[in-house]
C-alpha cells in the first residue's frame, strides 16, 4: 500500500514489505521505488523494507529543480520519520549511496549499518569519474526520442554481460522504465544533485559498520570508487563482483542477497 510523507512541503511516495529490523532502500538517478529489481522483495522475508520514491519521480512530487543532495537525504529521514522508524539499516545505489551517505553523515543517529552499491565518494576528483562510455551515453539521451534514450540507457546500466547474456533482463527493465521512467526535466534535477555532490573528505566520518558492493565491469560508476569507499569509511568491507555492470542488483540478486543478510544480521 502506498502512503505519503511530507518533507518540506513535498509529498513523498513510500511503501512497505515484510517484518523485522527496518531497512530503507535509496534508489539512484530516474528510478523510483519499484526499480530495485527482485532484491527488496527477497529480503522481505527477514527486514521490514521500506521503499521510496525520491522527490522527482514515481508517485512523488516533482518540484522544480535542481535538487541537492542534501535536500534528498532529508526527505529519506522524513520517510523513516512518517514510517515511525527512529534509526534502520540503509541501503543506498549508485545516487541513491550518495544520499545515504549523507544520511549516515547529517543524520547518523538513524543509520545502524550502510549497504553501499555502484556508488562513490561523490562526482569530483578525487573520486573517480564517470567511464568515457558511460558520458557519452549520458549526453546522448538528453537529446534523443524518449523510447531509444531509454533503451540506450538500460543497455549501457547493464553492461555487455547483460546484454549479451540476459536479453529478457534488458526487456524486462526496460518496460520497467517505459512505464515509469519521470520527465526529462525532472531526470535533469537529480542529476544535477549527484553531478555536484562531494563526500571524499567526510566519509571518513561515517560511524556506521558498511558494506560496499560493486561490479568491476560498471561503466556508469568506475569501480575504483568502490576501492576508495572501502579504503576511506572505517572498517567498511568491499564485496566486488565480476564482469556484471552497473545494475548488479537486477542482475545478481539471488547472489546478493546472502551477502546482506548476512551483514546485516552480524
Known amino acids: 500500500?502506498?502512503?505519503?510523507?511530507?518533507?518540506?512541503?513535498?509529498?513523498?511516495?513510500?511503501?512497505?514489505?515484510?517484518?523485522?529490523?527496518?531497512?530503507?532502500?535509496?534508489?539512484?538517478?530516474?528510478?523510483?521505488?519499484?526499480?530495485?529489481?527482485?532484491?527488496?522483495?527477497?529480503?522481505?522475508?527477514?527486514?521490514?523494507?521500506?521503499?521510496?520514491?525520491?522527490?522527482?519521480?514515481?508517485?512523488?512530487?516533482?518540484?522544480?529543480?535542481?535538487?541537492?543532495?542534501?535536500?534528498?537525504?532529508?526527505?529519506?529521514?522524513?520517510?523513516?520519520?512518517?514510517?515511525?522508524?527512529?534509526?534502520?539499516?540503509?541501503?543506498g545505489v549508485s545516487l541513491g549511496g550518495f544520499i545515504a551517505q549523507e544520511l549516515a553523515l547529517a543524520h547518523r543517529e538513524r543509520v545502524r549499518k550502510l549497504v553501499l552499491v555502484s556508488t562513490a565518494p561523490g562526482s569530483v576528483p578525487p573520486s573517480i569519474p564517470m567511464p568515457q562510455r558511460g558520458v557519452e551515453a549520458f549526453t546522448r539521451y538528453q537529446s534523443m526520442e524518449r523510447e531509444a534514450g531509454l533503451r540506450l540507457m538500460v543497455e549501457n546500466s547493464l553492461g555487455d554481460h547483460g546484454v549479451r547474456e540476459r536479453p529478457e533482463l534488458v526487456e524486462e527493465i526496460y518496460r520497467y522504465r517505459l512505464a515509469r521512467a519521470p520527465t526529462l526535466a525532472a531526470w535533469q534535477a537529480q542529476a544535477y544533485a549527484g553531478a555536484t555532490f562531494d563526500a571524499y573528505e567526510r566519509v571518513p566520518e561515517i560511524t556506521a559498520p558498511t558494506l560496499v558492493i560493486h561490479a568491476d565491469a560498471d561503466v556508469v560508476v568506475d569501480f575504483r570508487n568502490a576501492e576508495l569507499l572501502a579504503e576511506r569509511i572505517p572498517s567498511a568491507r568491499l564485496e566486488a563482483v565480476p564482469g556484471r555492470g552497473h545494475l548488479v542488483m537486477w542482475q545478481e540478486a539471488e547472489m546478493l542477497e546472502p551477502i546482506v543478510r548476512e551483514f546485516l544480521r552480524s
Open 1 to 91: 500500500m502506498t502512503t505519503f510523507a511530507s518533507s518540506d512541503g513535498i509529498r513523498l511516495a513510500y511503501e512497505e514489505l515484510g517484518d523485522g529490523e527496518p531497512l530503507l532502500f535509496v534508489q539512484g538517478l530516474g528510478y523510483d521505488r519499484q526499480g530495485f529489481g527482485p532484491l527488496p522483495q527477497i529480503l522481505a522475508d527477514d527486514f521490514r523494507v521500506i521503499l521510496f520514491d525520491n522527490r522527482g519521480v514515481g508517485d512523488s512530487d516533482a518540484p522544480e529543480g535542481p535538487y541537492s543532495v542534501t535536500q534528498l537525504a532529508n526527505d529519506a529521514a522524513a520517510v523513516l520519520d512518517a514510517a515511525g522508524v527512529d534509526s534502520a539499516h540503509v541501503l
